[in-house]
């Protein structure tokens, strides 16, 4: 653990902070503190920075209401840069996207990176656009007990296909659950973050009983 004393801010009393999503890892946000904001920060547990534009101090969401948790705050090698983990309670961005950073500028389509979040965006975009041919579409048309049809299927499939040990037909099913499950997500408008937080949060739980059955 390090002390506030030991970071380098620069010749404006300034340091860069990258907030990330602390569940969903995106990148929402770089901001600036000064050794005061941190501060605040620190003892608030929630994000407060300087504002180079007023030239104050500005506590995140507290006009807005999107107020970012702090999980945990690490400095580069260098000490003059900080990565803060947030659990945010709404928007980072203030046109009202979860993110500051959406304006892509290069995507290399060879090396595309996926994610779920990125999954459950084209779902979205299946179930209102509806492209004819596409399965997705067909899905969304038949309604959800169709969907909850294929999600038995394939939870079916999974059992099976574990019960023989063969791992690559149990990664191929697991993987067509994970897509059933998904599109049951679009249809019903369950987030990705909110599983996510769901899932953190019983990681918090199981956290707390390791630490009570170490000091019994």
């Known amino acids: 653990m390090i002390k506030i004393?030991?970071?380098?801010?620069?010749?404006?009393?300034?340091?860069?902070?990258?907030?990330?999503?602390?569940?969903?890892?995106?990148?929402?946000?770089?901001?600036?503190?000064?050794?005061?904001?941190?501060?605040?920060?620190?003892?608030?547990?929630?994000?407060?920075?300087?504002?180079?534009?007023?030239?104050?101090?500005?506590?995140k969401g507290e006009t807005s209401g999107n107020v970012q948790h702090v999980v945990?705050?690490?400095?580069?090698?260098?000490?003059?840069?900080?990565?803060?983990?947030?659990?945010?309670?709404?928007?980072?961005?203030?046109?009202?996207?979860?993110?500051?950073?959406?304006?892509?500028?290069?995507?290399?389509?060879?090396?595309?990176?996926?994610?779920?979040?990125?999954?459950?965006?084209?779902?979205?975009?299946?179930?209102?656009?509806?492209?004819?041919?596409?399965?997705?579409?067909?899905?969304?048309?038949?309604?959800v007990d169709k969907i909850l049809k294929k999600v038995g299927e394939e939870c079916t499939e999974v059992i099976i296909a574990g019960k023989a040990d063969d791992k690559k037909e149990t990664v191929y099913k697991i993987a067509d659950l994970a897509y059933h499950v998904m599109v049951l997500m679009a249809q019903m408008g369950i987030t990705v973050e909110e599983v996510q937080s769901e899932l953190a949060s019983r990681h918090v739980i199981d956290h707390k009983v390791k630490q009570e059955k170490m000091t019994k």
């Open 72 to 143: 945990s705050i690490t400095a580069d090698c260098d000490k003059d840069a900080l990565i803060i983990k947030v659990e945010k309670d709404g928007p980072a961005c203030h046109t009202g996207a979860e993110s500051c950073f959406f304006n892509t500028l290069f995507i290399n389509e060879e090396k595309s990176e996926f994610s779920l979040k990125g999954l459950y965006e084209l779902l979205l975009g299946r179930k209102e656009t509806r492209p004819e041919g596409s399965y997705t579409t067909y899905l969304f048309e038949k309604g």
């Open 5 to 59: 004393e030991e970071l380098k801010f620069d010749e404006n009393g300034l340091i860069p902070a990258i907030v990330v999503d602390a569940i969903s890892k995106e990148t929402l946000t770089l901001a600036y503190m000064n050794k005061e904001s941190l501060e605040i920060t620190l003892r608030e547990k929630r994000t407060c920075f300087w504002s180079r534009s007023r030239k104050e101090l500005w506590r």
